[in-house]
């Protein structure tokens, strides 16, 4: 079978890497939608509340319902907007507030330039108005970066849009409303953080996606990757493995069987390209739905250990490989 582990030292070494940018674990809000990013939601929810984490952020109600007791306050990015004690739900749109229940917690998005969700900047004055009429309870307000983790003046003007954003809901008399912006790319970045939450979901997982230009804080990968054997056999000199049987044994060799496959949500990749696992080499012809063959006779081995290691390889981001990884797979805290 397929199994992960997941490191719970490495994952409050992030927490607390975030922790020192922000002044303290009280900002830190832990994003934990997709199942954690793969990690598993109850799993790392359970975790990031042991180690005193307050916030959450989540996709939808369907998220926020299995881990409700564990936090004082859930953000939900995208749903149906209910009243509800514990959760608060971004607003992405006008008409999302005028469809939202009456006595709903509520954070208003702002679109400072990204142009995927969010209410414009003209809008603002709108929106407020359209918040107190529906008897909504505004407690938040944020944004989100486009391109945080690139070595351009984006990220300053997008900010800059922001802080008239505050200043006009204060002055419009709005109290209590957390505001909020930075995802992990920014927090990394940010010297002079002086919001009130972060939303890190990334960095929390071990990753800095920051070209590298940017001060480096050294994170630690949680999740890895592992599979056991299911058969050893030997290969003959010319013989070909797996589908298609695109990998010929130059020489005689053994190799063995692995349960992990594209089912588990583990990359096909390209075979003329393949993917070398940490320690066992490169997988041997193409990824099956189940398996693939390595040249070990290893019973356990890890198929992946660093997620930004892996994605260079794939030709792809941290982040696909890890949601990408099937709910199912068992998940063990070392
Ligand atoms: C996913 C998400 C985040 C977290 O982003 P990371 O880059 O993983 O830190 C923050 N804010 C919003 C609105 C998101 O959708």
Redesign the pocket.
């Known amino acids: 079978m397929a199994f992960i582990n997941i490191n719970k030292e490495n994952f409050y070494h992030n927490l607390n890497q975030i922790a020192l940018q922000t002044g303290s674990l009280e900002k830190v809000a832990i994003?934990l939608?997709d199942n954690a990013?793969g990690h598993g939601l109850e799993l790392m929810a359970g975790l990031a509340s042991e180690h005193g984490i307050a916030h959450a952020?989540v996709r939808n109600t369907y998220e926020a319902a299995k881990i409700e007791s564990l936090f004082e306050s859930i953000l939900i990015?995208g749903d149906k907007v209910l009243k509800h004690e514990k959760y608060s739900y971004?607003l992405n749109s006008l008409e999302a507030i005028n469809e939202a229940e009456k006595g709903a917690k509520v954070e208003l998005?702002i679109d400072t330039g990204m142009h995927r969700n969010g209410i414009a900047l003209e809008s603002l004055d709108e929106a407020l108005g359209q918040i107190t009429k529906q008897g909504l309870t505004l407690v938040g307000v944020?944004t989100?970066y486009r391109s945080a983790d690139v070595l351009s003046s984006e990220f300053f003007w997008q900010q800059k849009a922001f802080e008239k954003v505050k200043e006009k809901v204060r002055q419009v008399g709005f109290e209590n409303v957390r505001f909020h912006s930075h995802?992990?790319?920014a927090i990394l970045r940010n010297k002079h953080f002086s919001e009130d939450m972060v939303?890190?979901?990334?960095?929390a997982y071990g990753y800095n996606?920051l070209e590298t230009p940017f001060d480096k804080t050294r994170l630690k990968p949680v999740l890895s990757l592992h599979a056991t054997k299911i058969a050893t056999r030997v290969l003959r000199a010319g013989e070909r493995v797996g589908y298609g049987g695109d990998f010929t044994a130059k020489e005689d060799m053994t190799i063995s069987t692995y349960e992990v496959g594209y089912g588990d949500g583990w990359r096909r990749g390209d075979v003329s390209n393949p993917y070398v696992t940490p320690k066992e080499g490169n997988i041997l012809g193409r990824v099956s739905m189940d398996f693939v063959a390595l040249a070990s006779e290893e019973d356990e081995v890890c198929i992946m250990n660093d997620a930004q290691e892996a994605a260079k390889q794939l030709g792809t981001i941290s982040?696909e490989i890890i949601t990408n990884l099937h709910p199912d797979i068992t998940r063990e805290v070392i």
């Open positions: 994003v939608k990013y952020v990015l971004a998005k944020m989100h995802n992990s790319a939303r890190v979901g990334i960095a996606e982040y």
